[in-house]
């Protein structure tokens, strides 16, 4: 069975999706397209705009959802998933993909996804690290001990916990965590993404969602805040909601999905960090991308 993983924020780079758009009229279109639905050139700032532009999550997030869905586009009659998943925002291009959603109810989504979060993190001062090297129960005990708000936001891999918070607590739970382990590092976000910080903004994302038409996808999705499959709208919806505060459980949802007969996986979208915590999960199974 074929499973196609999609990622999430943190993947953008500079330049991304120049060399779709200037070779292939179809991308042209629905760069044109993203354009026109989000109000500003998404298209200038993927090509021309800086780092530090593309780490702004208004612009990060329908960066990585469109080049995504241009490349799965590419495919054509090609893609043909038996299952999929996405990595925090990516769980909306599978989405996508699938045919649960349709390009312009999901940009738009994304827009109101990643303007509630941008507007939580202009106020609070929060961010991410990454924690190579410690069992997850370390990880835990040290987040709990911590004065302030901070806690783990995605289990990606074996002994690879992302935690997330405010900026404070996050260096004190890095301070403690960092003679242990092999390496502990800041990641280049601009929040506290799966995190109690995303609290004010569930009501308002659970309203843009419920706003959204879904239809029944052509595969299952094993979604982050389960790590199993399912085809159901209502499911797949609340799921979404809850993402914003869950941690992501990404080792997990790849084991679920080997044990369920996966054998190959292909990464869609820029970068190549699913196709690393594939190998890491689990070396027997083959890992490909298309970015």
């Given amino acids: 069975m074929h499973a196609y993983l999609f990622p999430g924020q943190g993947n953008q780079f500079p330049g991304m999706g120049k060399d779709l758009f200037e070779n292939s009229g179809m991308?042209?279109?629905y760069f044109k397209k993203a354009?026109?639905?989000?109000?500003?050139?998404?298209?200038?700032?993927?090509f021309n705009g800086s780092a530090d532009d593309l780490?702004?999550?208004?612009?990060?997030?329908?960066?990585?959802?469109?080049?995504?869905?241009?490349?799965?586009?590419?495919?054509?009659n090609n893609f043909k998933p038996d299952m999929v998943a996405g990595h925090s925002l990516g769980e909306i291009s599978a989405l996508t993909a699938i045919e649960s959603l349709d390009f312009e109810s999901a940009l738009k989504l994304i827009s109101i996804r990643a303007s509630l979060m941008q507007k939580v993190f202009e106020t609070e001062e929060t961010g991410m690290a990454v924690v190579i090297g410690l069992y997850d129960i370390i990880v835990q005990d040290v987040c709990s001990k911590v004065d302030g708000i901070v806690?783990?936001?995605?289990?990606?891999a074996p002994k690879q916990v992302v935690i997330s918070g405010e900026k404070?607590?996050?260096?004190?739970?890095?301070?403690?965590?960092?003679?242990?382990?092999?390496?502990?590092?800041?990641?280049?976000?601009?929040?506290?993404?799966?995190?109690p910080y995303m609290k004010p903004i569930i009501d308002d994302y659970r309203t843009a969602v419920e706003l959204t038409t879904f239809k029944i996808p052509k595969c299952p999705i094993y979604q982050n805040?389960?790590?199993?499959?399912?085809t159901n709208i209502t499911t797949i919806k609340k799921n979404l909601v809850n993402q914003l505060t869950y941690p992501v459980l990404w080792r997990?949802?790849?084991?679920?999905?080997?044990?369920?007969?996966?054998?190959?996986?292909?990464?869609i979208g820029p970068g190549n960090f699913l196709r690393g915590l594939v190998h890491q999960i689990n070396k027997n199974v083959t890992v490909k991308g298309i970015s």
């Fill in 27 to 29: 991308a042209r279109n």
């Fill in 35 to 46: 354009n026109d639905i989000l109000g500003f050139s998404i298209s200038e700032i993927m």
């Fill in 55 to 76: 780490k702004k999550t208004i612009y990060a997030q329908p960066a990585i959802f469109l080049h995504s869905y241009i490349l799965v586009k590419t495919l054509g």
């Fill in 151 to 156: 806690a783990p936001a995605n289990y990606n």
């Fill in 168 to 195: 404070k607590a996050l260096k004190e739970a890095c301070d403690a965590l960092r003679p242990g382990a092999i390496d502990v590092l800041n990641l280049p976000v601009s929040g506290a993404f799966h995190s």
């Fill in 225 to 230: 805040v389960t790590a199993r499959p399912t």
């Fill in 252 to 267: 997990q949802t790849i084991r679920h999905m080997i044990a369920d007969g996966a054998k190959e996986f292909t990464e």
